[in-house]
């Protein structure tokens, strides 16, 4: 069972900065696609970015410009630099991995992956 830990978040003012860290200890591969997700209150969880086992990245519009997603093949760990936050970039942010030997190719919908981290709150105020 792979486990995927977020960290990072917390309470940040509108145009703040935060970055959100997936840790998956004990990977013994790099062909795994990274997705963030985020559920904001009373709403369905949304595809914020992706990156492919290669490195390749994709982006919500609403994220675009503002949302930069990498990776560190040898900590193991997906980023999630958040810029110029805004209010409605507030909720539960989770990430998901799937084994993907793909490396161009990442996903952006929740059925697409199989392992999910706890996720971890942002909150943006006005």
């Known amino acids: 069972q792979l486990q995927l830990v977020e960290s990072g978040g917390g309470l940040v003012k509108s145009g703040g900065s935060l970055r959100l860290s997936c840790a998956a200890p004990?990977?013994?591969?790099?062909?795994?696609?990274i997705g963030w997700f985020r559920q904001a209150p009373g709403k369905e969880r949304e595809g914020v970015s992706c990156?492919?086992?290669?490195?390749?990245?994709n982006y919500a519009d609403s994220v675009k410009g503002r949302f930069t997603i990498s990776r560190d093949n040898v900590k193991n760990t997906v980023y999630l630099q958040m810029n110029s936050l805004k209010p409605e970039d507030t909720g539960d942010y989770y990430c998901a991995a799937v084994f993907s030997l793909d490396e161009l190719l990442c996903f952006s919908r929740e059925y697409e992956y199989k392992y999910w981290g706890q996720g971890t709150q942002v909150t943006v105020s006005p």
């Open positions: 990156t492919s086992s290669g490195g390749t990245t």
């Open positions: 004990g990977f013994t591969s790099n062909y795994y696609a």
